[in-house]
């Protein structure tokens, strides 16, 4: 068991040569303390870039992921897919020899990371302030719903609950719809991409002085993160942004738009490109006309423009126009479903659908890693995730065969 950072650790010099070398964070081990979305996420991420990741989970059904649909056979799919290659231990944090266990793995662990309600942990004793103290090299990576400081921060919260508060909702839908959420579980998926970031940072700092430290991430801070020109339209101009369907607020033409058969994507973010546009929709004219002169003009007379875009582009059908559009250099692009983006040639071509290595989950395929290091191999299959406890005995003789540090 390599508890030992190649980050921290000057006798290693290289980590690619190591022969489980499988990305830059080869010899990392993280303490996996999470469960459902937001902190799996972020372990992930850590292990797509060669992180060893050990999960400890509950004895009395583990994660709750693993009770989560779809499934094959009896394997929770959504389970699967975000626990592919961690290993797994049950451990029970009141019971004396669990924690003796766990102490024993916090010792050796590069970095913990947790996704409980603040103060959980502490009231175990293994909160961020006592393991500090005992384990000071040790970076603990915390995700809740509201961090850990603030009037909120004993709140419960979920991916909807943090999507409505952070003014995302508010921006997501067609005006004077219901409020909608995002479909993807962006509350979740930030504040685990944010939290990989963070621990990333701090083993790097890390590296630097010898000190671990707190990694506080909050669920709701990461949607405020996210509100991209929402927060300085509002601060700038006063004005309350409201759900626009899916063009751009400050870009037009930004938009899906209709065609023969359904909708092309179309994004001409400056005036050559939109020149570009009417010429390659037999619409000249538009280039000239006072309501479209310029970017401020059209997103002035936006619903006019994108009327008389229509007129045109219904005359053929979608794919005609992109072959149209990739001539004339024009960004643009077709609205998949999930069905064809997971059978896009492209996202072959990239390993961004990989299947998953094990048998009983039969032919299951999983995202793939998008980070693409040139040092590094591409994740091309993903290996098992872990049963719960599945990992008990190895790691229990690879503690017995560790010194401790």
Not at 234 to 263: C, K, N, Q, W
Not at 335 to 361: C, E, F, G, K, S
Not at 384 to 395: C, F, M, V
């Given at each position: 068991?390599?508890?030992?950072?190649?980050?921290?650790?000057?006798?290693?010099?290289?980590?690619?040569?190591?022969?489980?070398?499988?990305?830059?964070?080869?010899?990392?081990?993280?303490?996996?303390?999470?469960?459902?979305?937001?902190?799996?996420?972020?372990?992930?991420?850590?292990?797509?870039?060669?992180?060893?990741?050990?999960?400890?989970?509950?004895?009395?059904?583990?994660?709750?992921?693993?009770?989560?649909?779809?499934?094959?056979?009896?394997?929770?799919?959504?389970?699967?897919?975000?626990?592919?290659?961690?290993?797994?231990?049950?451990?029970?944090?009141?019971?004396p020899a669990d924690r003796d266990v766990f102490e024993r793995l916090v010792a050796r662990a590069d970095v913990l990371v947790e996704n409980f309600r603040p103060g959980t942990l502490d009231r175990l004793g293994f909160g961020?302030?006592?393991?500090?103290?005992?384990?000071?090299?040790?970076v603990y990576a915390a995700v809740s719903g509201f961090g850990r400081t603030g009037p909120y921060s004993a709140r419960p919260a979920y991916d909807m609950v943090v999507q409505g508060m952070g003014g995302v909702m508010s921006?997501?839908?067609?005006?004077?719809?219901?409020?909608?959420?995002?479909?993807?579980?962006?509350?979740?998926?930030?504040?685990?991409?944010?939290?990989?970031?963070?621990?990333?940072?701090?083993?790097?700092?890390r590296d630097r002085t010898g000190q671990g430290m707190l990694v506080d991430v909050g669920m709701l801070d990461c949607q405020v993160a996210i509100l991209e020109n929402a927060i300085a339209r509002y601060t700038a101009m006063?004005?309350?942004?409201?759900?626009?369907?899916?063009?751009?607020?400050?870009?037009?033409?930004?938009?899906?738009?209709?065609?023969?058969?359904?909708?092309?994507?179309?994004?001409?973010?400056?005036?050559?490109?939109?020149?570009?546009?009417?010429?390659?929709?037999?619409?000249?004219?538009?280039?000239?006309?006072?309501?479209?002169?310029?970017?401020?003009?059209?997103?002035?007379?936006?619903?006019?423009?994108?009327?008389?875009?229509?007129?045109?582009?219904?005359?053929?059908?979608?794919?005609?126009?992109?072959?149209?559009?990739?001539?004339?250099?024009?960004?643009?692009?077709?609205?998949?479903?999930?069905?064809?983006?997971?059978?896009?040639?492209?996202?072959?071509?990239?390993?961004?659908?990989?299947?998953?290595?094990?048998?009983?989950?039969?032919?299951?395929?999983?995202?793939?890693?998008?980070?693409?290091?040139?040092?590094?191999?591409?994740?091309?299959?993903?290996?098992?995730?872990?049963?719960?406890?599945?990992?008990?005995?190895?790691?229990?003789?690879?503690?017995?065969?560790?010194?401790?540090?």
């Amino acid at each position: 068991m390599r508890y030992d950072s190649p980050m921290a650790d000057p006798s290693v010099t290289d980590a690619v040569t190591t022969p489980d070398a499988r990305g830059p964070l080869a010899g990392v081990v993280v303490l996996d303390c999470t469960r459902v979305l937001a902190g799996p996420f972020a372990t992930m991420v850590l292990h797509d870039l060669g992180a060893r990741v050990i999960k400890v989970e509950r004895p009395d059904g583990g994660d709750d992921a693993r009770g989560f649909g779809p499934f094959v056979g009896d394997r929770s799919a959504y389970f699967t897919s975000l626990n592919c290659g961690k290993e797994s231990i049950a451990l029970d944090l009141t019971a004396p020899a669990d924690r003796d266990v766990f102490e024993r793995l916090v010792a050796r662990a590069d970095v913990l990371v947790e996704n409980f309600r603040p103060g959980t942990l502490d009231r175990l004793g293994f909160g961020w302030d006592a393991l500090h103290v005992r384990h000071p090299r040790l970076v603990y990576a915390a995700v809740s719903g509201f961090g850990r400081t603030g009037p909120y921060s004993a709140r419960p919260a979920y991916d909807m609950v943090v999507q409505g508060m952070g003014g995302v909702m508010s921006i997501t839908g067609v005006a004077g719809g219901e409020p909608t959420r995002v479909g993807a579980s962006i509350g979740d998926i930030t504040a685990g991409l944010f939290l990989a970031n963070g621990i990333t940072a701090a083993l790097y700092h890390r590296d630097r002085t010898g000190q671990g430290m707190l990694v506080d991430v909050g669920m709701l801070d990461c949607q405020v993160a996210i509100l991209e020109n929402a927060i300085a339209r509002y601060t700038a101009m006063g004005e309350v942004p409201g759900p626009i369907g899916s063009r751009h607020p400050s870009i037009t033409p930004f938009a899906a738009l209709r065609t023969a058969d359904g909708d092309v994507v179309v994004a001409a973010g400056n005036d050559k490109l939109f020149v570009a546009l009417a010429e390659v929709l037999g619409r000249p004219e538009l280039t000239a006309d006072p309501r479209f002169v310029d970017n401020a003009a059209r997103c002035a007379h936006v619903h006019e423009l994108h009327d008389l875009l229509e007129q045109a582009l219904v005359t053929r059908t979608t794919a005609a126009w992109l072959d149209a559009f990739e001539v004339a250099g024009i960004p643009s692009g077709p609205v998949n479903d999930v069905a064809a983006v997971v059978h896009d040639p492209h996202v072959a071509a990239r390993h961004m659908v990989v299947p998953i290595a094990d048998p009983a989950v039969g032919p299951l395929r999983a995202a793939g890693n998008p980070v693409k290091c040139s040092a590094f191999p591409e994740l091309t299959v993903r290996p098992p995730a872990p049963g719960l406890d599945a990992d008990r005995a190895r790691l229990l003789a690879e503690l017995d065969r560790s010194p401790s540090p």
